[in-house]
């Protein structure tokens, strides 16, 4: 995956300590401190050794505990040392106190990076977790660099690296990195992309950041040709002024998400406790952020959302869109949420009107823009025609088709044969996409459920099916209306406020 | 389920028409008008009749078409006249231009109220349309109320009418009235409601309001003893004066929740084309409803989550919460969305801390508030301990517990068996429900789920599983924790903002 050509242009002349990020992130080898010598453990060193089997990482693993012994199959050394091959990365999940001289022997067998899963440090609030966290900083300062402690770790698809607890993260790579304090954050948004689309180049959560932190990853990533959109979610920060600058020069060079936590009073006090860092006055973020060139979101689903439009659709502004549906009421709301995001839907010119009116149902459909194409099963050909139509507009640079697929649970039920099979969602993908490929416009889908529960579990996964087979085109899909009016209104922000780097 | 007296009682002296809502809300006997002459028919009137017995209707149905025949085991009658009985509630879908000597016919054998389910009037904005329509509105001037014309009708879980084309809502009866000229918004809330728990007194969806529009209907509804909490979707209204006096007093009565949607420009137009009304400036409109004291929403998803806590927590403001989650950052955007709604989440007393913190898991735990447990496998005999020991505190006035079960999927997988019998969540919902029980303080359950792919049917199974069981005990659930405490924000700005009738 990568030579020591490459590995070595990776170490850059910089005020940050050399590191061989390549070694990192691709490891060759892997040690695991702090597994258990026996099968029944579940500890977060076990945990991890299955979680990286599960993910089939194809490199070495090397399990480490002083009581020898064998684990799901490996040799289980009884010290680092005793290792008998060279050594990338290390996973250490020993306890807090034992952390120390475990980080040390690895930097003595020449492993380049390390994850610390522990916690018990700084974020105690405790002197004595305090000096066990300057210990860290001293051993790694030396030449080992650490991610954590108190953090979930490295996840990374191409090479298998994943988080804890995350035995099932998918092993698709894509163009989003995500770097965060929290774990939970992390692996919540590792899940939520699997599904939502947003496939990841790597995701860091440093925890309580004693060496890697948010400054140094966002230099190191917005260099890193894997990534193509960063994202982060900031609890706190330790050099405001380093971080700045970096979150300008990030931003100049590719989207850059933030997710600011922790920006209340009581939301600091959480932030404290949980990753022993600061937060800071609303009012400043938001002012770093928009100075910075940053996208600032305010919740994870708002960060999701935008990350996947900012990976799936074209680097660009979009000005004016048009907007496919079945139902007045949705035309109305998208129009009202456009407006508040500064989006143009632009009443179609009569010809256009009238090109797509003929494929539509009369009476109840509407060729305006919103387009209300006036009950939920036009076929996937008429849609295509309206798609093709409103994209002869030339103030029209992206589309949204909203499909209200629980519908067709009346024509399952009328038929008797399952909602999968009723339901054109094959066609209908396809039919996008060659829309998308004859016009050059982006479309995106938005598949709203209004049918959650128990008796409609066949209609949840209609959708998500649906939602699979868009994704399998390249085209992006939100639950709602509103989350992808708003997550386009970030694209917008980001391309169309500022100059990028090329 | 009425008699004669509490019909007459409900004749109000008033400037609208008198009217039998008794009758058309709770119809002994029904005449569908333009059904079709076999059972291939695909139309309005047609589908309607199938619906409302698949609703399982009561009451007597008298189909009507020219042709006669016999449909669903049923005597369709030629006309109007021939039906042998009364009849109190006629569903209109016969073509516009028959509507009004359809009308007139009901009129003359004494039907009290008509819902008029055909479009092909002034929505579309020619002469003919508006001509039929006029002729509508003076038919039921002389004694028969209309819904509609381009409407979906009328929903009533207790009689067992049902929108278009609704043959699956739910017949639980509730608190919850809506009205609104879309058809498709209230289809789509009344399905939505009932995966999500709100349970419907009526809904009236009165498309063009030819007739019986806002005003009247909230004036009704602000007197009916079947409803507690009235919401309504607006795109325009035709009297404005009468309609800002009704809401007030409406207001003043009960929660009274509002979406208008088509306050933008293009949502304007979207509006005129929909529902042949006019739309009206946002900031006009937001101080309309302040000074009204209604509660005003922005999606149909916020319109949903507000009618479900208005219907199931006591009638107050809540001031201090607590909230109780695994993963720190849960507890971090916790506090960051609840300042920005004004609700506060008070530091626990050190007592209290040390009591919460006896029963979870050290480190990584905090018994701050929000209280973050750590991880996800922390036991309900826990969780209610932790939740007793917050409602200790007196200035804590609701609980929010957040459960992420989609963990429980590791476990499911380590030991082999479906997640539904490793997640202890009937344990956990009874729980809650003692808790609720013990401290009389209200709790919401947050369940979000970050893994909705196909692969995790299962865990999106659960979910729908475990909110079941907390709303079969009375526990309102939302998908998200942001939603739950704009939804206690709502809550706070109505019961707090001002003096209501007791």
């Known amino acids: 995956m990568f030579n020591k050509t490459k590995q070595t242009k990776r170490i850059r002349k910089t005020d940050y300590p050399p590191t061989d990020y390549g070694r990192i992130f691709h490891p060759k080898a892997i040690a695991i401190l702090g597994v258990s010598a026996d099968e029944n453990g579940v500890g977060f060193g076990t945990g991890m050794l299955r979680a990286i089997k599960m993910m089939g990482y194809e490199g070495k693993i090397y399990p480490v505990n002083p009581k020898g012994g064998m684990l799901s199959g490996l040799e289980i050394y009884r010290r680092v040392e005793d290792i008998p091959g060279p050594v990338d990365f290390a996973v250490i999940a020993v306890n807090a106190r034992y952390v120390p001289e475990s980080l040390e022997a690895c930097l003595k067998i020449g492993v380049a990076g390390a994850e610390i899963l522990s916690s018990g440090f700084s974020e105690l609030g405790t002197e004595e977790g305090k000096e066990l966290e300057q210990r860290i900083q001293h051993i790694a300062a030396q030449g080992i660099r650490v991610v954590g402690p108190n953090c979930f770790g490295i996840y990374c698809p191409a090479s298998g690296l994943t988080l804890l607890p995350g035995p099932d993260l998918s092993r698709q790579t894509g163009p989003v990195a995500f770097v965060a304090q929290s774990g939970g954050m992390s692996i919540d948004f590792a899940h939520a992309g699997k599904w939502l689309g947003v496939r990841f180049s790597k995701m860091i959560s440093f925890g309580n950041g004693a060496d890697l932190r948010e400054a140094e990853l966002l230099r190191y990533l917005s260099d890193d040709p894997e990534t193509r959109v960063i994202s982060m979610y900031i609890e706190g920060i330790k050099d405001g002024e380093r971080f700045f600058s970096e979150l300008k020069a990030a931003a100049s060079k590719k989207p850059l998400i933030v997710y600011k936590g ?187 459920n209004m049918t959650r529960g128990m008796e409609s579990m066949d209609i949840t996964e209609l959708i998500a099916l649906t939602r699979q087979e868009y994704l399998s085109h390249g085209i992006p899909v939100f639950d709602e209306l509103h989350d992808a009016i708003r997550a386009i209104a970030h694209i917008n922000n980001y391309y169309g406020g500022r100059k990028h780097e090329k």
Chains 1, 2 share one sequence.
């Open 262 to 448: 922790g920006l209340s009073a009581a939301g600091a006090r959480s932030v404290a406790s949980h990753t022993a860092s600061m937060g800071g006055s609303r009012v400043i973020w938001q002012s770093i952020l928009r100075q910075a060139g940053a996208v600032q979101v305010n919740d994870t689903e708002e960060m999701a959302q935008a990350n996947l439009a900012f990976a799936m659709l074209p680097p660009k502004a979009f000005r004016g869109i048009s907007i496919v549906g079945g139902g007045g009421a949705i035309g109305v709301t998208a129009c009202d949420t456009a407006e508040t995001y500064g989006i143009e839907i632009p009443a179609l010119p009569p010809d256009l009107q009238e090109r797509i009116g003929s494929v539509l149902p009369k009476p109840g459909s509407s060729a305006i823009n919103p387009i209300d194409v006036a009950n939920p099963f036009v076929g996937p050909q008429a849609l295509k025609e309206v798609l093709l139509g409103a994209a002869g507009d030339e103030r029209i640079e992206l589309q949204i088709i909203v499909s209200l697929l629980f519908h067709y649970k009346g024509l399952a039920r009328a038929f008797g044969i399952p909602i999968a099979e009723v339901t054109p969602y094959k066609e209908l993908t396809q039919c996008v996409r060659d829309v998308v490929d004859q016009t050059g416009k982006p479309v995106i889908a938005v598949l709203p």
